[in-house]
């Protein structure tokens, strides 16, 4: 793919040693209970610290770079027709909570967010609370940085950052909202060592070309998808998170957005572990996908995915499902569904070089109208219906591949090369049904019983079969049989 793993371009720089003696030596400008904190703010100088203690009513409109130091219990309200805060310069907040209460004059889709960011705002937060009918933070072209900052109880999104917005959320929580989004194109979100969940929608948005990087993060419990990217030009990374008991799709990835997972853990959700739809990439890399209620790794119409290096088990459907799509899958594992292992539908390409398919209740892989590459792969059986099924017209090529106690079974006009496999347990090749292939320079199992054919053809289609033995140095040749009614 012709993206990478994103980080965020253009961290703030550190304060040189200057500017933070100077905030150091500046005399603090108390503001208790009894104060006017909005008259304080309108006539500090630039640069000011003030220092705020007790209950304080909003709103504010910072235009000018300042400081506000909060002692704990601290905090800042407003039911006006406006922000809480409006920020237009570059204001730094510590220790403050900041709410934005309702407003019985509008509707509840009109409430105001507690707090906005115009463009070329710049806003610093660190251990803060936000709450809001409204939107928690809005952010119009702005900047901001959250550190350690609890967001929660608030009906609409946490933060939105819009179109040209930068973010980063580092340290935080947030829970009891509409989750967080970053919508827009040049708008580059991080979130960082953050616990998102029990949200009302999903836990993160990404969408309508915004980046975001999500890093190190829990994400959990949130009444829809985990983790949403959608639309074109839209692209995330989700690097070392869990993204579990969400109640739809753990990771959704859809309206040709890209996505790449890289060290995570997708688990206990109740839809797909990661769904991946509409023309969208997806590049998956040392991760593990499981005990999820519906597929683990679902890629369909006309998406793409690369997986590497990569564990799938436990999924009540497929372990991975391609469908008109094309997948590489290497170096991964892919075992102990309650399904089928790896299901290939509807004109999908899929390349499995590398991997292990084993254990699930259903067929190991099945491939219909597809096309399908098995390469240095093991695959092995577990239950009474463990198979590699080939059917309606596809195409497989099986090379160096160990297949045990999984027959190899051709219908409906589909074609395959079986080549240098190793073929334990009931490791027959069966062609049936008009269906064609050659079998060659393959060992089958010694348990067989004498005479027991070990590549059937029931369809009378050509098979050639080349340089195929058991363990014992006995040739096997096709026998060709009529096929039960």
Same mark, same amino acid.
């Given at each position: ?28 400008? #108390? ?215 969400? #109640? ?41 996908? #499981? ?43 892919? #075992? ?40 240095? *792969? ?53 062609? *049936? ?46 026998? *060709? ?5």
């Amino acid at each position: 793919f012709d993206f990478v793993v994103m980080k965020r371009s253009g961290e703030d720089p550190p304060q040189s040693d200057s500017k933070k003696a100077k905030e150091a030596q500046a005399e603090p400008i #108390h503001v208790g209970p009894d104060d006017d904190l909005k008259a304080v703010v309108e006539a500090a100088a630039d640069s000011s610290v003030v220092s705020i203690t007790g209950n304080h009513q909003g709103p504010l409109d910072v235009t000018k770079n300042l400081v506000l130091e909060c002692t704990k219990g601290a905090s800042l309200t407003c039911t006006d027709e406006r922000s809480t805060i409006c920020v237009a310069g570059r204001l730094t907040v510590r220790g403050l909570k900041v709410l934005h209460e309702k407003n019985e004059s509008l509707p509840l889709v009109s409430q105001m967010p507690t707090i906005v960011v115009m463009t070329g705002g710049r806003l610093l937060m660190e251990q803060c609370e936000i709450g809001s009918f409204g939107n928690g933070l809005e952010v119009q072209g702005g900047d901001t940085t959250l550190t350690n900052c609890v967001l929660s109880q608030i009906s609409g999104r946490a933060v939105l950052w819009k179109t040209g917005s930068r973010g980063l959320l580092e340290g935080c929580q947030v829970f009891e909202t509409g989750g967080l989004v970053a919508d827009g194109a040049s708008t580059d979100v991080n979130l960082k060592t953050s616990k998102i969940f029990n949200n009302a929608f999903d836990g993160v948005v990404v969408t309508d070309g915004a980046r975001a990087c999500v890093t190190s993060c829990e994400i959990f419990e949130n009444k829809q998808v985990g983790v949403r990217v959608d639309g074109i030009g839209t692209e995330a990374t989700i690097d070392s998170c869990d993204v579990h008991d969400n #109640h739809e799709d753990g990771l959704l990835v859809q309206g040709e957005s890209k996505c790449a997972v890289v060290a995570s853990n997708v688990f206990h959700n109740e839809g797909t572990g990661v769904h991946v739809q509409e023309q969208s990439e997806l590049a998956a890399t040392d991760s593990q996908v #499981h005990d999820g209620q519906q597929a683990g790794v679902s890629i369909t119409s006309g998406s793409r995915g690369v997986i590497t290096n990569c564990d799938v088990f436990r999924n009540a459907e497929s372990g991975l499902r391609v469908e008109t799509s094309t997948v590489s899958m290497t170096d991964s594992k892919v #075992h102990e569904q309650e399904g089928t292992g790896v299901l290939i539908l509807d004109s999908s390409r899929t390349k499995l070089q590398d991997c292990q398919i084993f254990s699930n209740e259903s067929s190991e892989v099945r491939v219909e109208i597809s096309q399908v590459q098995l390469a240095d *792969t093991r695959v092995e059986g577990a239950g009474t219906e463990s198979e590699l099924m080939i059917m309606h017209g596809s195409q497989a090529v099986i090379q160096n591949c160990t297949i045990k106690d999984a027959p190899v079974q051709l219908t409906d006009n589909a074609r395959a090369l079986v080549d240098g496999c190793n073929m334990e347990g009931k490791g027959e090749v069966v062609f *049936t049904d008009g269906c064609t292939g050659s079998v060659r320079a393959c060992t089958f199992a010694d348990t067989a019983e004498p005479g027991t054919p070990l590549v059937v053809n029931e369809g009378r289609g050509a098979v050639n079969v080349q340089m195929c033995a058991t363990g014992q140095g006995n040739t096997v040749t096709a026998e *060709t049989r009529k096929a039960e009614d």
